[in-house]
């Protein structure tokens, strides 16, 4: 069995979050499933999808977030994650 990636994340206002890859075929699914009819990604689905496979520490719903600027920093670290565009270059917030 496959161990599959973490990471750890801590957001511009401060807040860790553990990041989990949960595979390439749920990851498939997860981009078919946060798009609309026309293709289109859409962000409260891919915030649904991040929530519940992505980001595995803290849980958080809608309603964990203080503010929808940390609301999208953390949805767009996650789903760079799940994308594995976050490979070639780790966030530099991270590491000051």
């Known amino acids: 069995m496959t ?5 750890t994340y801590t957001s511009k206002s401060g807040k860790e979050y553990r990041f989990q890859f949960p ?4 990851a498939a699914q ?6 609309n009819k026309f293709g289109v990604p859409q962000e409260e689905k891919i915030a649904e999808e ?3 496979h992505v980001i595995v520490s803290p849980k958080l719903t809608f309603d964990s977030f ?3 600027k940390e609301f999208n920093d ?6 760079r ?3 594995g565009d976050d490979d070639e270059v780790e966030n530099d917030d991270n590491k000051q």
Not at 3 to 7: D, L, S
Not at 23 to 26: D, F, I, K, P
Not at 30 to 35: A, F, G
């Open 66 to 68: 203080e503010s929808k």
């Open 50 to 52: 991040m929530m519940k």
């Open 3 to 7: 161990n599959f990636k973490q990471k």
């Open 74 to 79: 953390v949805i767009t670290e996650a789903y």
């Open 23 to 26: 595979g390439v075929r749920a």
């Open 81 to 83: 994650f799940l994308e």
């Open 30 to 35: 997860i981009s078919d499933r946060i798009k």
